[in-house]
């Protein structure tokens, strides 16, 4: 499978942005499909998860109440609504496939090849 990342831009502060991330191949209901972002010179950081066949979701403490993982199984596609966007966002979002959830980017081994996020302050 294939995943392909896109979405990213530059916006102000308090704005938002939709993430979208399509797989050109099968995701299956036990997969977990999340989005992490890297800031230049930081590591890799989770910031939302989503069962795929349950659709139960999971996110990062920095993003709670701000951003909201979906998905269209009919679509294979996975978003990522983030609003009241800050700074601190900025910032390359992946988006990823694991076979079990986890908040670690070595858990998931397929990737997509990353979009962009820039907030202005």
């Known amino acids: 499978v294939q995943l392909q990342a896109s979405g990213g831009g530059l916006v102000q502060a308090g704005g938002s942005l939709r993430l979208s991330c399509a797989a050109s191949?099968?995701?299956?209901?036990?997969?977990?499909m999340a989005w992490f972002r890297q800031a230049p010179g930081k590591e890799r950081e989770f910031v939302a998860a989503i069962r795929w066949g349950t659709g139960i979701t999971y996110y990062g403490d920095s993003v709670k109440g701000r951003f909201t993982i979906s998905k269209n199984s009919a679509e294979n596609t996975v978003y990522l609504q983030m609003n009241t966007l800050k700074p601190e966002d900025t910032a390359v979002y992946y988006c990823a496939r694991g076979n079990s959830l986890g908040y670690r980017s070595g858990e998931y081994n397929v990737w997509g090849q990353g979009t962009q996020v820039t907030v202005s302050s």
């Open positions: 191949g099968r995701i299956f209901s036990s997969h977990v």
